[in-house]
């Protein structure tokens, strides 16, 4: 018996990445997927984003594993085609157990600039927001929601030296702490259905995202052009173990935690995968 058997799970972003991490380990402990993604790139984004292909890749490796699967594209920041998405899983699967909202990106430098401020809000808050909402008159108690935060949400009250400079970072930033805020809320307010809600906070991860122009733009400032190699040497100090980045399977594991039954008391946690990046910015407090 896998630690989530006869689950069925929703996770958005599912293309690649964290996103398809998440989908084979939980397929790999014996839950079945329903994977969506807008498998499309957006203007203000600077890096690509999943394609229906990597999409079919997840499919692969979630058959791989003996598990069914149900992928469809569709937009985060569209409510009522999510919940097309949604329903057409669990009218194949039976149900759903497991919320995994996802789908996120990084519109560093992106143009307009506000423009890229909007993508990121709509995206990594509105799209978190959504895939719960439509979610919930699916869920019963045991239910578990799991939303990927990130270690900028805990970077709050950093001087800025230049506001307004690079207004897509920002509103990923800004988006990530207001989910945060968002997760906490609909802890408490579940918790008496025993339905439970948590955020996962990773640091670097190794994908398309930390991965890109735009990051190694922000890692390496005083280069007009820098490149992944001399990114590479900067990327520890967003970290307090010495190591570049995490690997999306470590966030993985702990989403399989969180989904499982095994986390049945575990609510309105903010749990961060992020190599003690945490401990760079703040002393303890209870």
Same mark, same amino acid.
């Given at each position: 018996?896998? !630690?989530? %058997?006869?689950?069925?799970?929703?996770?958005?972003?599912?293309?690649?990445?964290?996103?398809?991490?998440?989908?084979?380990?939980?397929? @790999? +402990?014996?839950?079945?997927?329903?994977?969506?993604?807008?498998?499309? &790139?957006?203007?203000?984004?600077?890096? /690509?984003?999943?394609? =229906? %292909?990597?999409?079919?890749?997840?499919? !692969?490796?979630? %058959?791989?594993?003996? !598990?069914?699967?149900?992928?469809?594209?569709?937009?985060?920041?569209?409510?009522?085609?999510?919940?097309?998405?949604?329903?057409?899983?669990?009218?194949?699967?039976?149900?759903?157990?497991?919320?995994?909202?996802?789908?996120?990106?990084?519109?560093?430098?992106? !143009?307009?600039?506000?423009?890229?401020?909007? &993508?990121?809000?709509?995206?990594?808050?509105?799209?978190?927001?959504?895939?719960?909402?439509?979610?919930?008159?699916?869920?019963? +108690?045991?239910?578990?929601?799991?939303?990927?935060?990130?270690?900028?949400?805990?970077?709050?009250?950093?001087?800025?030296?230049?506001?307004?400079?690079? /207004?897509?970072?920002?509103?990923?930033?800004?988006?990530?702490?207001?989910?945060?805020?968002?997760?906490?809320?609909?802890?408490?307010?579940?918790?008496?259905?025993?339905?439970?809600?948590?955020?996962?906070? /990773?640091?670097?991860?190794?994908?398309?995202?930390?991965?890109?122009?735009?990051?190694?733009?922000?890692?390496? =400032?005083?280069? %007009?052009?820098?490149?992944? @190699?001399?990114?590479?040497?900067?990327? /520890?100090?967003?970290?307090?173990?010495?190591?570049?980045?995490?690997?999306?399977?470590?966030?993985?594991?702990?989403?399989?935690?969180?989904?499982? &039954?095994?986390?049945?008391?575990?609510?309105?946690?903010?749990?961060?995968?992020?190599?003690?990046?945490?401990?760079?910015?703040?002393?303890?407090?209870?």
């Amino acid at each position: 018996m896998g !630690r989530v %058997e006869g689950k069925v799970a929703f996770i958005t972003g599912a293309a690649r990445g964290q996103g398809r991490s998440h989908a084979v380990r939980l397929a @790999e +402990e014996g839950a079945d997927i329903i994977a969506v993604d807008l498998c499309g &790139d957006l203007a203000t984004n600077l890096y /690509p984003l999943g394609t =229906p %292909e990597d999409l079919r890749e997840t499919v !692969r490796l979630v %058959e791989e594993q003996g !598990r069914r699967i149900v992928a469809v594209q569709a937009d985060v920041r569209e409510r009522a085609r999510l919940a097309a998405a949604l329903e057409q899983g669990i009218a194949e699967l039976g149900g759903l157990d497991v919320v995994v909202a996802n789908a996120g990106i990084s519109p560093m430098g992106g !143009r307009p600039p506000m423009q890229a401020w909007a &993508d990121a809000v709509d995206t990594d808050l509105v799209g978190v927001i959504n895939a719960v909402h439509v979610s919930l008159p699916h869920l019963t +108690e045991g239910g578990s929601i799991i939303a990927t935060g990130s270690a900028a949400a805990f970077m709050v009250g950093m001087q800025i030296a230049e506001p307004g400079r690079d /207004p897509g970072g920002a509103g990923y930033q800004y988006a990530k702490v207001a989910l945060s805020h968002f997760v906490h809320e609909l802890a408490r307010n579940l918790a008496p259905r025993q339905i439970r809600a948590n955020v996962v906070h /990773p640091t670097n991860c190794n994908t398309g995202m930390l991965n890109s122009d735009p990051m190694y733009k922000a890692f390496r =400032p005083d280069l %007009e052009n820098p490149t992944r @190699e001399d990114a590479l040497p900067a990327f /520890p100090a967003q970290q307090a173990m010495p190591i570049p980045y995490i690997e999306p399977v470590d966030v993985s594991h702990a989403v399989v935690y969180l989904a499982s &039954d095994e986390s049945r008391y575990v609510t309105g946690l903010q749990l961060r995968v992020d190599a003690g990046s945490y401990l760079k910015f703040h002393d303890f407090h209870a």
